[in-house]
C-alpha cells in the first residue's frame, strides 16, 4: 500500500511514522511518501522517518517529494496535514483578534476564518490532483478548519474523510482513569469540529460518565481548563474548544497577556528539527508531546485500515457529511460523530436527540461554517464580513468590519481575489 502525506516535512510527521510502524498489522503499508515544499525540512523528517520504520523492523521505505503529482500518483491513500503560510501565519491567526476584543485561534473565530480562507483553495488544488492520479484513492483530512475543509472536499466529489484527535484523546484519557482497555470505552461523541461533547462514557455498554462526573470532574474540568461548577451543570465533558465560547472574556483577557500559542509552537518545532538530525534518535522523541496532536498517529491508521479494507470495518468518531443525523443541519453539513467507516466510506450512526443548550450552538456556528466555505470559494471582502457577522464569537457589525480589515491586510498574499 503507497500512503502519501500532504505537509509531511510537519514536525508531528514522526508521530504517524511511529504509529504506521506498531500497528503494521492493522495498516500495511509498504511507501510512505512524504511531500512538502520544504526540501530541507523533508531531509530532516524523512531521515528520522527511516529510522523510526527501521527500529520498529518495518519494512516499508519512506520517499520524499516536492512535487504534489508525485506524491499522490498511485497512492492508495492521501493524507492532508498542511499549514498554508506555517507557523507565521498562525502567529497572525492568533494575535490580530484581538485587537478587537476577540479570541485569537487558529481554528475558530476571525483566526479560523483566515486559516479556512488560506487553505480551502490549495486542498482543492490538491483533490483535483489526486483525482487526477488515482480517482479510487481516499483523501483523510487532518488540515483544520476540518469541518469546513472536509466539506468543500466532499461538495466537489471527492472520496475524503475528515479526522480529528479530539475523540480519541477523551476516550484514552476516559479509559485511564477507569483503568481499563480503550477499545472497551466507546464514546456518544456529538457535534460539529472543535464544537463537541461527550455525553455519554461507554464501557462494555455501560454509560459510567455520571460516575466519571462524580468521582474525577475536578480532574476532567482541569483538562478542559473550564471551572467544576461549569462541567457540573452540563453533566457532560465539553470539548476544550468550548472554552473559547464558555468563557470568552476570560480567555481573551489571557491571550492579551501571554505570548501566542504559535510562538512556543514554532521553539518546539525548532528544538524537534535539531533532534531529527541526530542519527541516534531511532524514535519518536518526547518533547513530541509538547507539540499537540497527543494520539493522532492511533486514530489516523486505525481510520485508514478501516476505509481501505486492511482492517475490520468499525466504529470510528469522524467528520462525515450529516445525512439526517443531525435533523436541524442540512443534509451536507460536516458533522462530527461516530460513524460506522469500512471500504464504502463512513456512514454517519443515529445519535439521540441534542438538547437545545448544544443545538443551538451547533445551529449557529453551522451557519458560519457555510458563509466560511462561500468566502473561501467565491472570494470578497462583502462574503468575508457576513462569515464574520455569523460567527457567535464576533456577532457586532462593527468588530466585524474591523476584522475584514484586518484579516485582509494580513492575509492578502495568499488570496488571490484579494
Not at 31 to 59: C, F, K, N, Q, Y
Not at 88 to 109: F, K, S
Not at 358 to 364: C, D, E, N, P, V
Not at 375 to 383: F, P
Request: charged share 25%.
Amino acid at each position: 500500500m503507497r500512503l502519501a502525506v500532504i505537509g509531511g516535512g510537519s514536525t508531528y510527521t514522526p508521530e504517524l511514522v511511529d504509529g504506521v510502524g506498531r500497528m503494521a498489522d492493522r495498516l500495511d503499508v509498504s511507501e510512505l511518501v512524504l511531500m512538502d515544499p520544504s526540501a530541507e525540512r523533508l531531509e530532516l523528517v524523512g531521515g528520522v522517518s527511516r529510522r523510526i520504520l527501521a527500529h520498529l523492523g518495518h519494512p516499508g521505505r519512506v520517499t520524499t517529494t516536492t512535487d504534489v503529482a508525485e506524491a499522490v500518483a498511485d497512492a492508495d491513500a492521501v493524507l492532508l496535514q498542511l499549514r498554508v503560510g506555517g507557523q507565521a501565519t498562525r502567529d497572525a491567526d492568533e494575535t490580530w483578534p484581538l485587537e478587537c476584543g476577540c479570541v485569537g485561534q487558529e481554528t475558530t473565530g476571525a483566526g479560523g476564518l483566515a486559516k479556512a480562507l488560506r487553505t480551502v483553495p490549495v486542498v482543492l488544488d490538491i483533490a483535483e490532483q489526486v483525482r487526477r492520479s488515482n480517482p479510487d484513492a481516499w483523501i483523510v483530512d487532518f488540515t483544520n478548519p476540518v469541518g469546513i475543509v472536509t466539506r468543500a472536499l466532499l461538495q466537489e466529489g471527492h472520496r475524503a474523510v475528515g479526522l480529528c484527535n479530539v475523540a480519541i484523546g477523551f476516550q484514552r484519557r476516559f479509559a485511564a482513569m477507569l483503568d481499563v482497555d480503550p477499545e472497551r470505552v466507546e464514546l456518544d461523541h456529538v457535534g460539529l469540529n472543535h464544537l463537541t461533547w461527550e455525553r455519554e462514557v461507554l464501557v462494555d455498554g455501560a454509560d459510567v460518565l455520571p460516575r466519571l462526573l462524580e468521582e474525577r470532574v475536578a480532574d476532567i474540568a482541569a483538562e478542559i481548563e473550564l471551572p467544576v461548577e461549569v462541567v457540573d451543570r452540563l453533566r457532560c465533558v465539553p470539548s476544550y474548544y468550548l472554552r473559547y465560547f464558555y468563557a470568552h472574556d476570560e480567555v481573551v483577557r489571557e491571550l492579551q497577556s501571554t505570548p501566542s500559542r504559535a510562538k512556543a509552537v514554532a521553539a518546539i518545532e525548532r528544538r524537534l528539527l535539531d533532534l531529527y538530525t541526530d542519527p541516534s534518535v531511532v524514535t519518536k522523541p518526547a518533547e513530541l508531546e509538547q507539540r499537540g496532536g497527543a494520539y493522532y498517529s492511533e486514530a489516523a491508521v486505525e481510520l485508514l485500515g478501516s476505509i481501505l479494507g486492511t482492517d475490520e470495518p468499525a466504529t470510528r468518531v469522524v467528520n462525515v457529511a450529516n445525512h439526517g443525523t443531525l435533523p436541524f443541519l442540512p443534509d451536507d453539513h460536516v458533522i462530527e460523530v461516530r460513524a460506522q467507516v469500512g471500504p464504502a466510506g463512513a456512514e454517519p450512526l443515529p445519535v439521540r436527540p441534542v438538547e437545545p443548550l448544544y443545538a443551538g450552538l451547533i445551529g449557529h456556528v453551522a451557519a458560519y461554517e457555510r458563509l466560511a466555505l462561500e468566502a473561501a470559494l467565491e472570494g470578497g471582502r462583502d462574503r468575508v464580513f457576513a462569515a464574520l457577522l455569523a460567527h457567535p464569537l464576533v456577532g457586532q457589525a462593527d468588530r466585524a468590519e474591523r476584522l475584514t480589515d484586518l484579516l485582509l491586510a494580513h492575509n492578502r498574499e495568499f488570496l488571490a481575489w484579494a
